[in-house]
Structures are given as C-alpha cells and as structure tokens.
C-alpha cells in the first residue's frame, strides 16, 4: 500500500504539459560533480582545452534518467547532483565478469549484489554559483527503496538501492526521501580516490588519535600525514577502530575531499601541466555519468564555477535521530525526519545560508579535529 506521503510525492512530481525538454532545460549546466571539476577553468591554451574535452568525452555514461513519478524540475539555477561512490564490483555467478558500471546499468538486467555504494552524497550548487554544499546521507539510513521504474519495493538501508536497483533505483530511492529532483548523477569508483591523490602528490590530513583498524589491518598514528595512492583509500574506507564507526567514516570521506579540493587548487597544481592532466585524468577514468550529462555541459559548469574557493564549499551530514538493531537488517541509521525535512526544503529552495545559520553544529569540523 502506497502512503499518504508516497502520493504527495507522486502528485507533486507529475510533469506540466507543454514543459520544457529535460535536456533544454539543464543546459549549461554542471559538474560540481564534485568540487574536483572545479579544476577546470580556464588555463592554458587550445591545446589543453582540445585535451580536457577529449577526456570529458571519454567518461563513461549511465542511462538516461527516466522522466516519470519524479518532482517538479528546479524553477531556478540551483542544481542538485547525486554522488555515488562506488567499488569496481565482484564476480556474479552466470554473468560478465569485466563489464562497467555504464554498460552493466545499460544491459537488460542489473546484476543484482555485483556493486556497493557505501558513500551517497547530494552535491547542491547554489543558483549563483558562489557556494557548494555537499550533504552526505549514511549508507546505513533505513528508508524504503524504489527500483529503476519508480516503484516502491521494500524498506532497506539506502546502499542496497544501488546494489539490487543500480543507478536509477539509487536516484529513485533519494528523490523520494528527500523530494528532491537530482539534476545530475555521478559515480567514481574507489579508485579514483587513490588514483586522484597520487596525481595531485599526496593528500594532508590529520588524524587526532592512534588506533588499530582490525578490518584493513592498519595501525593508524596521530598527527599531520600525506596520503596518496593505497593509504588515502584505506583512509576513506576506514570504519572500524573509529569511534562513531560509520558517521566517522562519513566525516572522513568528507575531510579528505576537502584536503584533496585545496591541493587541486592550490598553484602547485594548477600551474603544473603534469600534474593538472593527471588529476584530470584520473577523475574522467574513474567516473561515470548520467547519459545526458554530456563534456560540453561539464566544462561549462566547471567554467562558471571557476571563483569557487575551498572555503566556499561546505560539508554536512543528513540530521541523525539515533541508531538501532533490527535482526534481520542489523544497526541502521534512523534520521531525524522533522530537522531533515527542513534541511531537504532549504537544498529545494536553495536557503542553505539561512538553513546552517540555525544549525551551524550539522557542518565538518575543522581538519584537525576529523577523527
């Protein structure tokens, strides 16, 4: 049975007749992606120009996102990107064992439990193209899951969209949490993260105290350290010997981009031709977007977005009212409805100035005190 809230949402995302083309109406449009397309505003000449688009027309595509049960389109220019990140995927018994994200999402079937997405985070570029904020929601968050077609399936924690629905069960599953429209969606793989930290020559980050992850077999020490390749993926990943295990995890992965925005635009790499290619090649290779997301509509994005400073991008988590265990789920995540509510209302209205102003405790510590 669908609720009472299923069919608001329902209501509310029916398209206008006569409406403007999704495609027309997110011209010119994106990729904040994530704060690393930042990196590409205007430097050097034609030739580096001739190779940024050469590599933005290489990334892979997933499928287009579907245009029914979704709400209204953005009347304004604030745009809302999903951000996945994910693993490259495991062998399934009885199918392809080297297929991509892109061409596994295109087949007739998803290969229900190949993926994981661990990391789920709602990209928010302000309408005036000044601020960026990136809202994680913990893979662990209970919520009811659609699949590819819109449809409600079961209650889940969130990354089993992605597992059992793939991409466009994952934008579904969101869109209907939050009733927000995605705009966009991007997925990088794990590796991206350790290949983008060796392109830039190291990652900062501090680590407060020492301690043991059991899983990755890793003793971690205190104080300032620069991570790249294996290591900065080991600290994006880590969750045990943490404290608050997943929601430390989620602050991590959210230190690290912040480090990593800075090194990026920081004039050792902006102004080192080896280094920028790297870090731009080692995004475009590791990412997959949707199939109307096309180069000529990041590099634009990337272009108006070119002012943005790191500290003009924000990190947040989606509000948590607790955590609990249920048998056959396990611990999952309960959010805070009424305060998330009005956290999804402020990224839809774009008021997210006003939103941190009453709730300034929701946004990333400062570096050294990530745990």
């Known amino acids: 049975m669908v609720s009472r809230r299923e069919r608001?949402?329902?209501?509310a995302g029916k398209r206008r007749a006569g409406g403007t083309p999704f495609h027309r109406r997110h011209r010119?449009?994106?990729i904040a992606l994530f704060t690393f397309l930042i990196v590409v505003p205007v430097v050097g000449g034609g030739a580096y120009a001739y190779m940024l688009n050469s590599k933005l027309n290489n990334v892979e595509?997933?499928?287009?996102?579907?245009?029914?049960d979704r709400p209204d389109p953005d009347k304004g220019k604030a745009l809302n990107i999903l951000l996945l990140g994910s693993d490259k995927g495991k062998k399934i018994e009885g199918q392809p064992a080297n297929t991509t994200i892109s061409e596994d999402a295109k087949a007739k079937k998803w290969p229900v439990g190949k993926y994981r997405s661990d990391t789920l985070m709602i990209v928010h570029i302000s309408a005036d193209r000044k601020h960026v904020y990136l809202t994680s929601i913990p893979r662990d968050t209970f919520t009811m899951i659609y699949d590819a077609e819109g449809r409600p399936q079961h209650q889940e924690k969130i990354n089993a969209a992605f597992s059992e629905y793939g991409p466009l069960g994952t934008i579904s599953t969101v869109e209907h949490l939050t009733n927000l429209r995605m705009a966009h969606l991007a997925i990088i793989d794990w590796a991206g993260f350790r290949a983008l930290s060796t392109a830039v020559g190291g990652v900062?980050?501090?680590i407060p105290r020492a301690f043991y992850d059991p899983k990755q077999k890793i003793q971690w020490e205190a104080g300032p350290q620069v991570l790249e390749g294996k290591r900065a993926l080991a600290y994006v990943r880590t969750r045990y010997g943490l404290l608050r295990g997943d929601f430390d995890r989620i602050a991590r992965q959210q230190n690290f981009l912040r480090a990593l925005m800075k090194k990026i635009l920081d004039k050792g790499t902006m102004t080192n031709p080896?280094?920028?290619?790297?870090?731009?090649?080692a995004l475009t290779e590791n990412l997959t977007v949707d199939a109307e997301w096309n180069a000529g509509d990041m590099r634009g994005l990337a272009l108006s977005l070119r002012g943005t400073?790191?500290?003009?991008?924000?990190?947040?988590?989606?509000?948590?009212?607790?955590?609990e265990t249920i048998p056959i789920y396990g611990s999952i995540v309960r959010l805070n409805e009424a305060k998330?509510?009005?956290l999804w209302d402020a990224l839809k209205k774009d008021?997210?100035?006003?939103?941190?102003?009453?709730n300034p405790g929701d946004v990333l510590p400062a570096p050294e005190d990530v745990r």
């Open 351 to 358: 008021s997210m100035t006003a939103y941190l102003a009453a």
């Open 28 to 30: 010119r449009l994106l």
């Open 8 to 11: 608001r949402y329902r209501d």
């Open 204 to 206: 900062p980050v501090t």
């Open 274 to 281: 080896v280094k920028l290619i790297n870090t731009v090649s």
């Open 340 to 342: 998330a509510m009005t």
């Open 61 to 68: 595509k997933a499928p287009k996102i579907k245009d029914t």
């Open 309 to 323: 400073q790191a500290d003009d991008v924000t990190f947040l988590t989606a509000p948590i009212a607790g955590t």
